[in-house]
T-cell receptor
Framework: EAGVAQSPRYKIIEKRQSVAFWCNPI?????LYWYQQILGQGPKLLIQ????????DSQLPKDRFSAERLKGVDSTLKIQPAKLEDSAVYLC???????????FGPGTRLLVL | DAKTTQPTSMDCAEGRAANLPCNHS???????VYWYRQIHSQGPQYIIH???NNETNEMASLIITEDRKSSTLILPHATLRDTAVYYC?????????????FGKGTHLIIQP
């Protein structure tokens, strides 16, 4: 069974530029999560989707971050404009449903210069 | 804030059992204990979870104390590939928002 796919794996941009990350969850997984992991810290939840609806986006910096899961499968996370402190690994995870085991993708490593 | 306390780092000799402790003294009756690990430059990997009883799978064993205030993850025969950061997480089953709250974890280093 294929795991969670993410792309790109690495991205370097300059501050104030825009960037987008893509996630394809495990087939049949209704719940999708985006996490941000700053170097030396554990991952922090940004947003949770159940199918194409948002369950929790309380920790998403909505002035610059946005995410969507229009058809309830793939998801994109966008940052516009990027700041230096957005340099981090962005992890996508999925689960069959809420409260069930989450499986993570390899992450996208973002460096903002 | 994370609801668990773990040692910052631990060493273990290759081939020996690695025992990773976790304190979760404020755990509520219906919260599960989950363990994930993160190998360098990879995403977190699910290991095991439990509620009250001890659990075992092909990767590890989870021992939860009777009062559920602490637990131990056991890797029975550690190999160099087990070097990683290990996260102990408590979470409620089902419900609405259920993102995982990660602490800083334990950096386990397996020595040859």
């Amino acid at each position: 069974e294929a795991g969670v796919a993410q792309s790109p794996r690495y991205k370097i941009i300059e501050k104030r530029q825009s960037v987008a990350f893509w996630c394809n969850p495990i087939s049949g997984h209704a719940t999708l999560y985006w996490y941000q992991q700053i170097l030396g810290q554990g991952p922090k939840l940004l947003i949770q989707f159940q199918n194409n609806g948002v369950v929790d986006d309380s920790q998403l910096p909505k002035d610059r971050f946005s995410a969507e899961r229009l058809k309830g499968v793939d998801s994109t996370l966008k940052i516009q404009p990027a700041k230096l402190e957005d340099s981090a690994v962005y992890l996508c995870a999925s689960s069959l449903g809420k409260g069930l085991t989450q499986y993570f993708g390899p992450g996208t490593r973002l460096l903002v210069l | 804030d994370a609801k668990t306390t773990q040692p910052t780092s631990m060493d273990c000799a290759e081939g020996r059992a690695a025992n990773l402790p976790c304190n979760h003294s404020t755990i509520s009756g219906n919260e599960y204990v989950y363990w994930y690990r993160q190998i360098h430059s990879q995403g977190p990997q699910y290991i095991i979870h439990g509620l009250k009883n001890n659990e075992t799978n092909e990767m590890a064993s989870l021992i939860i104390t009777e009062d559920r205030k602490s637990s131990t993850l056991i890797l029975p025969h550690a190999t160099l590939r087990d070097t990683a950061v290990y996260y102990c997480i408590v979470r409620l089953p089902g419900g609405g928002a259920d993102g995982l709250t990660f602490g800083k974890g334990t950096h386990l280093i397996i020595q040859p």
